[in-house]
């Protein structure tokens, strides 16, 4: 059978695959440099802590770890995202921490509790690739909140873009894509809008611990307890430890956590026991303590390559980028007119680099955007991130 | 905040707590003999191999292991989902395979396919409990077709019954809740009515690696490779090898896989690298050929004890109970009146005795059918089921 002849969802009918994963797969020939990617390092994971972590599940909790368990997840787990937080001054308890299969479940477990077809959803504009997909199966319309320099701005959030939105999808560090950050002025300002509004906040941060420039600032979630409203907290194991693992959190108030329970006991009963159990005995003794520095140094000398290359070879070309204080993403803007998305297919063909064209990123622009891309600097060897740069810098002169 | 003071979704406003694990929350109690799990039994857990194939992954293939993987799943496990379906006579290849995070995954999956607020889905009654639960999040309407001693009537697929449906859901091994198995001349017949229909068939078989009675029946999809029509069949590593892993398999035609690698990229990416290496390191030398005959003895036996006690105690007593050929469950029925959801309570205070009410199990009844039970049988050991059938039994006089 070649062809579906059979009625299928409004939402199978209209998906798509993924922009980026389908360049991913062009781009997986190991004569391109690929700046597409959003794969953290492998130089990064910690591959013998983890190799001991399953051993120890496996030689001292077997029989829970391949057991059915809990839909909240692996409560000794649960229990170290509440001290972990802690340390940072926020005050939670198990009954706030869910623990799912990766940030993306989070996306779609978000969406499910939001989004009725036809539901306001405000986002950045532009916003992370993945999360406008996750909630595209459930109907919304965007309504998008205008960003600048500084990131998304939260004076933009009119009473008329708030009207009877549902939630609003915010990443305040180095956010995919553009790599900014939100000052602590604009993080206070959006919190106390929001509280002011009721409107749901949902504070998506999966490289928070991956800063490399400037101070630690509070996330929205810690905020909002200083200043009230809704915040539900993603996080995420898989740029920390390891993505092939899928394990992530939600942090919420207890109502919203026990409603996604709910909604995650009909998405999948529960994430893997044994791997909840092993990133909880890779991590219960600090691991990440001495492990996320060694990250954050290999991220800031990858970011340091790149921003030096692009100062390099990109010098007389009218283009602007980000200065990414953490994360893995570098943002790029040309004039007006400039088309990335058709510029890409020559990227590839005659200088044998890749990078993601900015237009899928903008959720509901009346016009396309064609003038931005984004380079992930994580895992090019610095010779070939100042040769694939060097030939971007051919493409676009 | 123990209010939620903002609207959700229509899907999490109705969605509740699943009966079965409310109950599995009292029946943790150690007083108490539960026959109201859906758990396999630990016993057959196959500790030390999978033990040895994490070490091995992460020995030979650990960035790999720790790295995000395709949506698609493990390319060799998928290999091996061919290989095994081969041995069966069943010629698929890896484009006819999806690996999902469990069983339950794949239901949700399917509901993303094929539901919109308001289609119609065609289900056995009763039917399995976790399948209504995820289905339920689409917002579809049920109807049920009629079963007898026989399980699932396919003289019911009228016209009228069919008409407009999106898809047909059965489990023909051993059915959760009933334990009954469809004979070969009603699965052929299923097959064809459905083909004639052009009306899609989602065959679940979690347990068919289990049977301990009478001789293997093709299933549903390898049907369908010779009477034709559009068959999508679910299968699990859960309980041939162990649930807390989470792996389980779609097997359909090349464009239903497509599209649902489509829908699980928005849900979670991909199923967990290192857990998809560990069940291939584990099984790809033909384990599950020596290991599944000593879980079906164990399952046999454990029927057996049950049966026997049933026989003895319940002697006299205005009640029949199905004989399974496999899987985990037996199913009571009594005479209308007799009310098995109020019983329960009594039955966990007074005979320390959980079981799950029939009730829950029938998706679309207009009167609801309050004189069946489940029982499972695999997990409690011989002298409490005794004592458990024989606490009923007072119960039930």
Same mark, same amino acid.
């Given at each position: 059978m070649n062809n579906i002849t059979f009625p299928l969802s409004k939402r199978a009918t209209t998906a798509t695959s993924s922009a980026i994963r389908e360049i991913l797969k062009i781009t997986e020939r190991p004569d391109i440099i690929s700046f597409a990617g959003g794969l953290p390092s492998p130089e990064g994971f910690p591959i013998a802590k983890i190799r001991e972590a399953y051993e120890t599940v496996m030689t001292h909790h077997p029989k829970v770890a391949l057991q059915y368990g809990p839909t909240e997840g692996y409560r000794p787990l649960r229990e170290w995202v509440v001290s972990d937080f802690k340390k940072r001054g926020v005050e939670i308890t198990v009954d706030n921490v869910l623990i799912v299969s990766g940030s993306q479940q989070a996306l779609d477990l978000i969406g499910k509790l939001f989004i009725d077809e036809g539901s306001k959803v405000l986002l950045e504009s532009p916003s992370y690739l993945g999360a406008i997909q996750s909630f595209n199966q459930y109907g919304p319309v965007y309504n998008t909140i205008p960003t600048d320099e500084g990131g998304l701005m939260p004076e933009g959030l009119t009473d008329e873009i708030a009207k009877a939105a549902r939630f609003i999808y915010a990443l $305040? /560090? #180095? +956010? /995919?894509? !553009?790599?900014r950050t939100l000052s602590l002025e604009r993080r206070i300002a959006l919190v106390k809008r929001c509280a002011e509004l009721n409107l749901p906040l949902v504070e998506d941060d999966p490289y928070g611990e991956l800063r490399f420039e400037g101070e630690e600032l509070p996330g929205l979630f810690a905020l909002s307890q200083q200043y009230g409203g809704t915040v539900i907290r993603m996080g995420s194991f898989s740029k920390v430890l390891a993505p092939g693992m899928r394990i992530g959190f939600i942090i919420a108030p207890a109502a919203i956590i026990s409603k996604m329970v709910q909604l995650k006991q009909a998405t999948d009963?529960? =994430?893997a026991s044994i791997t909840q159990m092993a990133v909880y005995e890779a991590i219960k003794d600090g691991f990440l303590d001495e492990h996320l520095p060694k990250v954050r140094e290999l991220y800031k000398r990858q970011c340091h390559y790149m921003l030096e290359a692009l100062e390099e070879h990109f010098a007389g070309i009218d283009v602007k980028w980000t200065r990414p204080a953490g994360g893995m993403f570098i943002w790029l803007t040309f004039p007006k007119g400039v088309n990335t998305t058709e510029l890409l297919a020559r990227a590839v063909e005659e200088q044998k680099v890749a990078y993601v064209p900015? +237009? *899928?990123? #903008? $959720?509901?622009? !009346?016009? *396309?955007? =064609? /003038?931005t891309l984004r380079l992930s600097f994580v895992t090019v060897p610095e010779e070939k991130i100042r040769q694939g740069i060097a030939g971007l810098a051919k493409l676009f002169k």
């Open positions: $305040p /560090n #180095y +956010q /995919n894509p !553009t790599g009963l529960h =994430t900015g +237009q *899928p990123f #903008y $959720p509901a622009a !009346t016009e *396309p955007v =064609t /003038n």
